[in-house]
């Protein structure tokens, strides 16, 4: 009997899906639980799996087309098998190029059609001319911030790298990746580097500025995951009456702590984040007020703790990875769940049970050099922890000035939810517990 291949539901907020790629190809034999595409959701990318066995009998949906949850993509079933009820309209694809959006220019804007002759390519990073032409729709190679700072760092030409990435963007692995192939330097049959005749260089005639071609900008559509993000943040910042509590912690004691521990096990690479995610989780089991979020007509406080981190992905966006029972771990098990979590987090592997579900969350941009922000609420949650960079500071103990180690937290609270002596009181138990790590064995 002939099964469908739907678009399915990846999360509670996922109301279309992009399919990125067939793994399987019309005519190719499919196993039941076998994977037949990828696709991309709000949240990650995920393979979709055969419901039963047979022959992929019909492709319906295009690589690049965005389609709503629930769409028919495909029709497996056996050959021969008359599939003719089963398929929507004349039963043609219902597209056979990708959309205007997949393509790089939203349908319905008036973007100005490029010129059919490419335009001369423009030096790129570090003065390296193009030895590719840039892509069609605007001559501006993807990449995301991080591969176009490691691009400038090696001295590399983004035009001559092939990007893995969403819709084809450059991100950090395939730097690395160019880098290692990159021819090596000379070496003498001595051992060692060829040594470069040193010469005066020459004074360089005037060089005339390049002419301008090309477009002056390019459109670029929102992903399945920016379109929730934006739809997220209209929901949460302006209905949501936000207010922020910011406190400064001695992280000392901890810096002791996050040394002693790395020195005992090399292997669990204790952070701050680690630490500050466990103080979070206990000082959240003392302020259950903490941890919880508005339903409308009422207040739900949650009996367990699971905390959200807020992670940045490779090709643009945030994702929320959850710790479960956070409340009940011990700081290794945090550290080691955290640092997988997110590692799966910024590849967009996570299965959907763990990115919802939270009733807290954390966003650290301290590694960053950020040394205060103020994060916006996820609801339905009632409060969110910002955390700040650990920097070296001057400050006055015992009417003496000296160096501390000092990190700000801020807190963003529904104040539905909670009040400002009740966010208050959960600042002063988390500076507690931090400044005084032992706490964290309780």
């Known amino acids: 009997m002939a099964v469908k291949v739907m678009m399915p539901k990846g999360s509670d907020t996922m109301t279309e899906g992009k399919v990125l790629k067939w793994l399987k190809q019309e005519g190719d034999a499919v196993s039941t639980g076998e994977a037949v595409v990828e696709i991309e959701t709000d949240k990650v990318d995920m393979e979709v799996e055969a419901m039963g066995g047979g022959v992929l009998r019909k492709i319906l949906v295009a690589a690049g087309k965005v389609v709503p949850v629930g769409e028919l993509l495909a029709v497996i079933g056996k050959p021969g098998e008359d599939i003719s009820s089963l398929m929507p309209g004349d039963g043609k694809p219902t597209s056979v190029a990708p959309s205007p959006a997949a393509a790089g220019t939203p349908a319905g804007k008036g973007t100005a059609t490029p010129p059919a002759t490419s335009p001369t390519p423009a030096p790129a990073a570090g003065g390296i001319p193009a030895t590719v032409p840039p892509p069609e729709g605007g001559g501006r190679v993807l990449a995301s911030p991080l591969a176009r700072k490691m691009a400038t760092e090696m001295g590399l030409d983004l035009a001559n790298i092939a990007g893995t990435g969403p819709s084809g963007r450059i991100i950090r692995q395939d730097v690395e990746r160019n880098a290692a192939i990159a021819p090596p330097a000379r070496v003498a049959p001595g051992g060692g580097a060829v040594p470069s005749p040193v010469r005066a260089p020459a004074p360089l005639p005037p060089r005339p500025a390049p002419p301008l071609t090309g477009p002056e900008f390019f459109d670029e559509p929102l992903s399945s995951m920016r379109k929730t993000i934006a739809a997220r943040l209209v929901q949460s910042k302006a209905p949501v009456p936000h207010f922020y509590l910011t406190i400064e912690v001695d992280m000392k004691r901890a810096k002791e702590l996050r040394e002693s521990a790395n020195l005992l096990d090399p292997e669990l690479k204790l952070s701050y984040n680690d630490i500050i995610l466990k103080a979070c989780a206990s000082a959240l089991r003392r302020h259950p007020q903490v941890n919880a979020s508005f339903q409308g007509e009422f207040i739900r406080f949650h009996n367990r703790v699971h905390l959200g981190m807020a992670v940045a992905t490779e090709g643009g966006g945030l994702i929320t990875p959850v710790i479960r029972n956070a409340d009940a771990k011990s700081l290794p098990e945090i550290s080691r769940e955290a640092k997988d979590l997110a590692a799966r987090a910024r590849t967009r592997k996570l299965a959907p049970e763990e ?17 205060e922000f103020s994060a ?62 032992s706490y964290l064995a309780f």
């Not at 990115?355 to 040394?371: C, D, H, K, P, R």
């Not at 009632?382 to 937290?409: H, N, Q, T």
């Not at 208050?424 to 988390?430: G, R, V, Y």
């Open 355 to 371: 990115f919802v579900g939270s009733t807290f969350s954390v966003s650290n941009l301290g590694m960053m050099g950020i040394e």
């Open 376 to 437: 916006v609420i996820n609801p339905p949650e009632g409060a969110i922890l910002a955390v700040g960079a650990v920097a070296g500071k001057p400050v006055v103990r015992e009417g003496r000035v000296e160096v501390g180690l000092r990190c700000r937290l801020t807190l963003s609270c529904d104040h539905r939810v909670v009040d400002g002596a009740t966010g208050a009181k959960f600042l002063e138990t988390l500076k507690q517990t931090i400044e005084n790590p």
